[in-house]
């Protein structure tokens, strides 16, 4: 029996050892439960941070493609690119005006009706083709003289060569 008796006390002896107070069980509880609370206030914090960074993120890159920015900006570059086209247009335009009035010039002091207009007349043949020499006709041919104002219908009389 000594022996029961030594066996039961060893078994008392191991479950007081495992029995604690209610209160010191209470006290690791609410330990550990604090602990577990900071934790999660923690992992909150930070999931609440990153969330909060990205809407920042997104926010940014929305205002970066914004439509009405987007239109805006194009608005303005259109209307910067027309005013250096119409200037473009603008200079292009005056270099031709200055080139054909230079080409009018010269077209002007080479034309036969210029000549016309400082006394010359010019010879023409029945046919229409200029004389230029005087072999060219024979006499009683008949020859129209073109003036600056009007013509002359004339006859070769004569010819000098």
């Given at each position: 029996?000594?022996?029961h008796?030594?066996?039961?006390?060893?078994?008392?002896?191991h479950?007081?050892?495992?029995?604690?107070?209610?209160?010191?069980?209470?006290q690791?509880?609410?330990?550990?439960?604090?602990?577990?609370?900071?934790?999660l206030?923690?992992?909150?914090?930070?999931?609440?941070?990153?969330?909060?960074?990205?809407?920042?993120?997104?926010?940014h890159?929305?205002?970066?493609?914004?439509?009405?920015?987007?239109?805006?900006?194009?608005?303005?570059?259109?209307?910067?690119?027309?005013?250096?086209?119409?200037?473009?247009?603008?200079?292009?335009?005056?270099a031709?005006?200055?080139?054909?009035?230079?080409?009018?010039?010269?077209?002007?002091?080479?034309?036969?009706?210029n000549?016309?207009?400082?006394?010359?007349?010019?010879?023409?043949?029945?046919?229409?083709?200029?004389?230029?020499?005087?072999?060219?006709?024979?006499?009683?041919?008949?020859?129209?003289?073109?003036?600056?104002?009007?013509?002359?219908i004339?006859?070769?009389?004569?010819?000098?060569?």
């Amino acid at each position: 029996m000594s022996a029961h008796l030594r066996e039961h006390r060893q078994q008392v002896a191991h479950l007081r050892a495992r029995l604690q107070h209610p209160g010191q069980k209470l006290q690791a509880q609410a330990q550990k439960l604090d602990h577990l609370e900071m934790r999660l206030q923690r992992a909150l914090t930070t999931s609440l941070r990153n969330a909060h960074q990205r809407v920042e993120r997104l926010e940014h890159k929305l205002q970066r493609f914004n439509p009405q920015r987007l239109l805006a900006s194009h608005a303005h570059r259109l209307q910067v690119l027309t005013l250096r086209l119409e200037a473009a247009q603008r200079k292009q335009l005056d270099a031709r005006q200055q080139r054909l009035q230079r080409v009018a010039g010269l077209l002007q002091s080479v034309s036969p009706l210029n000549t016309l207009s400082r006394g010359y007349a010019i010879l023409l043949t029945e046919d229409g083709h200029a004389v230029r020499d005087a072999d060219e006709v024979n006499c009683g041919q008949p020859l129209t003289a073109k003036l600056h104002k009007g013509k002359l219908i004339c006859e070769v009389k004569r010819k000098e060569v």
